[in-house]
């Protein structure tokens, strides 16, 4: 992972930032948050049902095809309605996000001080469990709900700064996610 490549420097005082969100964002900050882990045994139980429905089908009477179809849709909806419900938290989150405007941002040792056309705010280091580096991304993790997140683009950094400064400033103040998680 990046983050472990990657040493804090020492002595960076502030970070600044400005961006506008994109989808691209706010969709890469939700499946990080999002352990890919629980995933796998439903997609295989997903494929071994569909084979062993396929294989009912060819040799079974309608009745047992009709039953094994029918066994088949809450697993095959759970998927689709997993899929569909991530993607409308993105549309709504990049639909609130985009209507604060730019977002300027500093990144220093008391938090992080977000303004927008809208609202002005600083929240504490204390406020956020943990971070998570994507490749794009900071993803400082306050709590569990959809919300509950701030975002530092890479891409928006400014005035000379770099990742590794951002890096220092955010893994001085809090601890990356723990594996696992």
């Given at each position: 992972m990046e983050n472990e490549q990657r040493q804090?420097?020492?002595?960076?005082?502030?970070?600044?930032?400005?961006?506008?969100?994109?989808r691209a964002d706010i969709a890469e900050a939700l499946g990080a948050r999002t352990p890919r882990w629980w995933r796998l045994p439903l997609i295989v139980g997903v494929i071994t049902a569909a084979v062993l429905?396929?294989?009912?089908?060819?040799?079974?009477?309608?009745?047992?095809?009709?039953?094994?179809?029918?066994?088949?849709?809450?697993?095959?909806?759970?998927?689709?309605g997993g899929w569909v419900n991530q993607l409308y938290r993105v549309r709504q989150l990049t639909r609130h996000a985009r209507s604060q405007g730019e977002y300027t941002m500093r990144a220093d040792d008391d938090g992080v001080h977000a303004a927008t056309a809208?609202?002005?705010?600083?929240?504490?280091?204390?406020?956020?469990?943990?971070?998570?580096?994507?490749?794009?991304?900071?993803?400082?993790?306050?709590?569990?709900?959809?919300?509950?997140m701030a975002l530092l683009p890479k891409r928006g950094l400014r005035d000379g700064a770099d990742v590794d400064g951002l890096l220092a400033v955010v893994a001085r103040n809090l601890a990356p996610r723990p594996s696992g998680g």
């Open positions: 804090a420097a020492p002595g960076a005082v502030s970070v600044q930032l400005a961006y506008l969100p994109t429905v396929l294989l009912l089908m060819l040799a079974a009477p309608e009745e047992v095809t009709v039953l094994a179809a029918a066994a088949m849709l809450p697993a095959v909806g759970s998927l689709v809208v609202m002005e705010n600083m929240i504490p280091w204390a406020s956020f469990r943990h971070y998570i580096e994507t490749t794009n991304l900071f993803v400082l993790v306050m709590d569990d709900t959809v919300g509950g």
